[in-house]
């Protein structure tokens, strides 16, 4: 059974960083997670996702001030965030589902955390 738990919110001034992590277990084969944000009154968007391959995927919004990464030996995914801006303001989730990445379609994803709220200030 693949859960997922994520950790690290909290909240931070804009121009900050913060790092969330998401600890994961159950996979038995090959495996996508990604970080998905969903503010409110807004639809849940894509933000970065990576496979046990190596291979990694941004959206627009985030590439260059968010990083994904993936350490399989302790299970963990974490997402690197800089350069917060108000609008990254959300509850974060954790996501996942067997297989390599394809994208970062929510609709691919069927394994989710719990969500952890982010908080960017002026």
């Known amino acids: 059974q693949v859960q997922l738990v994520e950790s690290g919110g909290g909240s931070v001034q804009a121009g900050g960083s913060l790092r969330l992590s998401c600890a994961f277990s159950?996979?038995?084969?090959?495996?996508?997670l990604g970080w998905f944000r969903q503010a409110p009154g807004s639809e849940r968007e894509g933000l970065a996702a990576?496979?046990?391959?190596?291979?990694?995927y941004y959206a627009d919004s985030v590439k260059g001030r968010f990083t994904i990464s993936l350490v399989n030996t302790n299970y963990t995914l974490s997402l690197q965030m800089s350069s917060l801006k108000v609008d990254d303001t959300a509850v974060y989730y954790c996501?996942?589902?067997?297989?390599?990445?394809?994208?970062?379609?929510?609709?691919?994803?069927?394994?989710w955390g719990q969500g952890t709220q982010v908080t960017v200030s002026p």
């Open positions: 996501a996942a589902h067997d297989g390599f990445c394809n994208g970062i379609s929510g609709e691919t994803f069927y394994y």
């Open positions: 159950g996979f038995k084969y090959n495996y996508c």
């Open positions: 990576v496979d046990n391959d190596g291979d990694t």
